[in-house]
């Protein structure tokens, strides 16, 4: 059994990638025919990228929970949807049919409306990876409210500048979350995130981890009080009909300037494009087991535990806990318990889980396996070996699949077993997808062999339509710095066939254990102590963690180090979140600076790479005294 957009052999996808330049509106048009549409759309594709105005489908009408769950509800019912993963593994597994999936959607829909949730509104997403978290993001889609989800790991400060931003007058969240022993609580970061005025008018909280919290009167309503009062009546199953270009989600990620950008992604593009990818670079078949290993709090889990899996009709499994808790072969243990078939995962995952060798892995079938995927960051050689050869076995494709918030969806990569595998190496893009490789200045470098700052050059279905409530910030960011091209803020090479290597950003993100995080975001952080006068933030490279953040922070002289670091990382923690905690603080008097005052985060870099000896020229400095000063008391 396969899909019948479903590429099976190299001539295959060599065949749809020449259909696809080719022609992309024939192309596109072929593979949406095999979705669930209302209406069909008028006109495949209307764009620029000067604007930018990229539409697709455009007409078509459709819900994509249809999609997900109403189609397979019917043919296979009693396939199972998702399946959870308990943080403890002795609690109970929970599986949910497409059937049961449905109902549970269909119900909180109705939650939602008797609410007062409407088309159009902003529901913020604050939750652990329970299967309520998937039901009530497709809840919100199945009622055309747009889910902005935050990542359960970030501070009530960046819940609440997201839940300004967008206008979020509804809030999902549970009392707590389960990583590792003990439980730990969310809603209180919810509650100090709507302190004050905020366009929330309720919280819905699910009680997910029995731990003692407040609810404000008036504002908070329990998940299972709501589902409760709607036992015994007729539901109505609340639907909406949305348009192809309608927005499905907004989802906050990190540039390199300002303040996080709220990605915009709509409907029938997205759906098409991340369905599409989902089947062929891992190339599922109907019965296969699929787990990623993700958080839908990235997006990540949005189009590849969630919407790309569920339209495709697979069964998808969540994971609540982390890889090392009860210890370091729990990902193991859930391969070997639900007979795995395949696996995406992180490379920071794979570097933390070869620090504990190979016992393990003793005794846990791994036999099920048949594809293994990575997402994130480039995977050095040695983690992309070690995860071939001890969890894949040597005979399961390894897909080094490269992506980003702003595509949606996978864009170069291996389609497993299809074609080619190649160590560090995303490899070709997906049909419909036309990578360029740009110089410093715009020129386009043509051939193989080369080396540049990625682009694309023509639109795809699943890629951001814009930022939300600031459309200029969308065209500045990614339109403007190649006009012509989407420019991704990352380098990469072509070698001699064509295949692509990703070599990291080139721009001031940093991709700590896979989370993005803009340099400038901690800079802030940093800079509202008192105490401190300027900071400048770089990455360097960290064993496990892929990158970590190295702070360079010039203090007032007015408070003692320690009691300044201590100042810092709460100040981080609470700004961010304690993923964005600079791995290394050091203290110095200045920080270079060109003759306008720019600091110098080439020299930084260098430092913190330990790269001492080759810092290029620094006499144009304005102060290149300060260089030998920090090179002194560097970090190591
Ligand atoms: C990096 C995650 C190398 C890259 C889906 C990109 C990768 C950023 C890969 C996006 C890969 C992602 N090889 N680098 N296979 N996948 N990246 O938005 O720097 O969280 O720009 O999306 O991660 O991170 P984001």
């Not at 060599?14 to 006109?43: H, I, M």
């Not at 009408?61 to 043919?75: H, R």
């Not at 009693?78 to 549970?104: G, H, M, Q, R, V």
Request: proline fraction near 5%.
């Amino acid at each position: 059994m396969s899909y019948p957009y479903q590429l099976m052999t190299q001539a295959d996808y060599e065949n749809a990638y020449r259909k696809s330049v080719e022609n992309p509106e024939e192309f596109w048009a072929g593979v949406a025919e095999n979705f669930v549409w209302r209406k069909k759309w008028d006109k495949v594709l209307e764009w620029n990228f000067t604007e930018p105005s990229v539409k697709w489908f455009i007409g078509g009408k459709l819900n994509i929970t249809e999609n997900c769950l109403d189609q397979w509800a019917q043919k296979q019912p009693d396939t199972p949807a998702i399946i959870w993963e308990p943080n403890n593994p002795n609690d109970p597994t929970i599986t949910l049919t497409y059937k049961e999936l449905l109902a549970k959607v269909i119900e909180f829909a109705v939650v939602l409306k008797n609410n007062g949730v409407e088309k159009g509104d902003r529901v913020c997403i604050y939750m652990p990876m329970v299967t309520e978290l998937a039901i009530a993001m497709l809840a919100c889609a199945r009622i055309g409210a747009i889910h902005n989800i935050v990542f359960g790991g970030f501070s009530a400060k960046s819940i609440r500048d997201r839940i300004e931003d967008s206008q979020c007058t509804f809030v999902i969240t549970a009392d707590g979350v389960y990583r590792g022993a003990k439980p730990i609580d969310l809603k209180s970061a919810v509650d100090a995130a709507l302190e004050g005025d905020t366009p929330v008018k309720k919280v819905i909280v699910l009680n997910h981890a029995n731990i003692a919290i407040s609810m404000k009167e008036g504002r908070d309503l329990w998940w299972h009080n709501e589902i409760a009062s709607l036992q015994g009546k007729e539901l109505k199953d609340p639907i909406e009909e949305m348009d192809a270009e309608d927005m499905l989600y907004i989802l906050y990620t990190s540039g390199s300037t300002g303040k996080p950008k709220g990605v915009v992604h709509t409907t029938g593009g997205y759906m098409v494009y991340v369905t599409y990818s989902f089947v062929n670079v891992f190339q599922y078949k109907p019965g296969d087991i699929y787990f990623c290993t993700a958080d839908i709090g990235w997006v990540t889990g949005h189009s590849y535990i969630v919407y790309g899996p569920l339209a495709a009709g697979a069964t998808s499994l969540m994971f609540e806990g982390i890889p090392t808790y009860p210890d370091a072969g729990r990902f193991w243990d859930i391969v070997d318990k639900h007979k795995v078939n395949i696996l995406y995962t992180a490379p920071t995952a794979i570097r933390s889980l070869m620090a504990f060798g190979l016992d393990p892995l003793k005794g846990k079938d791994l036999g099920s396996l048949k594809v293994i995927g990575s997402v994130g960051e480039p995977i050095n050689l040695e983690a992309w070996q070690w995860y071939y050869d001890n969890v894949g076995k040597k005979n399961c494709p390894l897909v080094d699949t490269w992506w980003q918030t702003e595509n949606g969806g996978i864009l170069i990569s291996t389609l497993a077993g299809v074609t080619p595998s190649i160590p560090t190496f995303a490899t070709r893009p997906l049909p419909g997808i036309q990578p360029v490789l740009v110089d410093a200045n715009g020129k386009e470098l043509e051939g193989n062999n080369v080396a540049g700052n990625l682009c694309i050059k023509f639109p795809w279905p699943s890629m951001l339509r814009t930022t939300y409530g600031d459309h200029e910030r969308c065209r500045l960011n990614y339109f403007a710095t190649y006009p012509g091209n989407y420019f991704s803020g990352d380098g990469a090479l072509r070698d001699e066939n064509g295949n692509y290597r990703i070599t990291g950003r080139v721009d001031d993100v940093i991709n700590v254990s896979g989370h993005r995080i803009g340099t400038a975001e901690v800079e802030s952080a940093i800079n509202v102590q008192d105490s401190v006068v300027e900071s400048a933030v770089v990455g360097y490279p960290h064993d496990i963690k892929g990158q970590a953040l190295y702070a360079f922070v010039i203090l007032d002289g007015n408070i003692s180090e320690a009691d300044a670091l201590a100042k810092i990382n709460t100040a981080v923690n609470k700004e961010i979140g304690h993923f964005a905690r600079p791995d290394k603080i050091q203290f110095v008097k200045g920080l270079p600076k060109t003759r306008s005052g720019k600091i110098m985060r080439r020299i930084l870099r260098k430092i913190a790479e330990g790269e001492m000896n080759n810092l290029g020229d620094t006499t144009t400095l304005l102060n290149p005294e300060v260089v030998e000063e920090i090179k002194n008391h560097r970090l190591s």
